[in-house]
């Protein structure tokens, strides 16, 4: 009933960008918190950005600060992570996910999201 589908993944060049996108189809996103979050081969889930259903509120991991954005389309129900000055460290399969209840703030525990999408692969060379 709910689907998140990721797409905008591929291969980029160190210092490249990429946008990825998160369509989400059975609820809208417009009342709850976004999430992303990636895992390399061999690694754990990791979180990377949450975007409130309160407008212009973002919350990002320390090792993505200054280099990521997130933003909604909330008319599209869409999400999107801008990625900037990508490094190879951030070569990994990238998840959307949406939290269980709506109003609830950002989060960076992947336990909180009750949906997620099947990912997209990002690869960045040297």
């Known amino acids: 009933q709910v689907q998140l589908v990721e797409s905008g993944g591929g291969l980029a060049q160190a210092g490249g960008s990429l946008r990825l996108s998160c369509a989400v189809s059975?609820?809208?996103?417009?009342?709850?918190?976004m999430g992303w979050f990636r895992q390399a081969p061999g690694k754990e889930r990791e979180f990377v950005a949450s975007i409130s259903w309160s407008r212009g509120i973002t919350y990002y991991a320390d090792s993505v600060k200054g280099r990521f954005t997130t933003s909604r389309d909330n008319a599209n129900n869409t999400v999107y992570l801008h990625m900037n000055s990508l490094t190879p460290e951030d070569t990994a399969v990238y998840y959307c996910?949406?939290?269980?209840?709506?109003?609830?703030?950002?989060?960076?525990?992947?336990?909180?999201?009750?949906?997620w999408g099947q990912g997209t692969q990002v690869t960045v060379s040297s």
């Open positions: 059975g609820r809208s996103i417009s009342t709850y918190t």
């Open positions: 996910a949406q939290r269980g209840t709506a109003y609830m703030p950002t989060s960076d525990n992947p336990r909180e999201y009750a949906y």
